[in-house]
């Protein structure tokens, strides 16, 4: 149709259980990995800076976390070879390209959390 732009070629279905866009989608349904995408988002970060920032994250969490986004090319990884060591974190092109998305989702679900949670997971209070 004229005036209509060609379709996106799209490169998997996450409806197919075989399929490669399945494994990304688990990858990026971690909550952990969605806090670092949105960390990383404000720029650059040392590794204390990200745990400072995101509560509750455990130093070996955060690395492995760190390690995953940076095997599939969510985030660089650059070592200053300083002494004492530096190394800091940024979001590539593709992680850049995705942070929006997370953001968005962390919004709504700031907005949403008390109406769909009106007590903490694990509380027993009916406050």
């Given amino acids: 149709m004229a005036g209509f732009p060609e379709p996106t070629p799209v490169a998997g279905d996450v409806m197919l259980a075989e399929c490669r866009a399945r494994a990304v989608l ?27 920032q995101i509560g509750g994250i455990s130093e070996k969490m955060l690395i492995q976390t760190l390690r995953r986004l940076e095997s599939v090319g969510l985030i660089d990884r650059r070592d200053y070879r300083e002494v004492p060591p530096r190394v800091e974190y940024a979001l590539t092109e593709r992680g850049w390209s ?27 209070s009916q406050a």
């Fill in 26 to 52: 688990a990858l990026l349904a971690e909550k952990w990995v969605l806090l670092v995408i949105e960390a990383l988002s404000e720029g650059p970060k040392r590794t204390s800076a990200l745990r400072r």
């Fill in 98 to 124: 995705l942070s929006p998305v997370v953001i968005t989702l962390d919004r709504w679900v700031e907005t949403h959390a008390f109406d769909m949670l009106p007590t903490p997971i694990g509380s027993t």
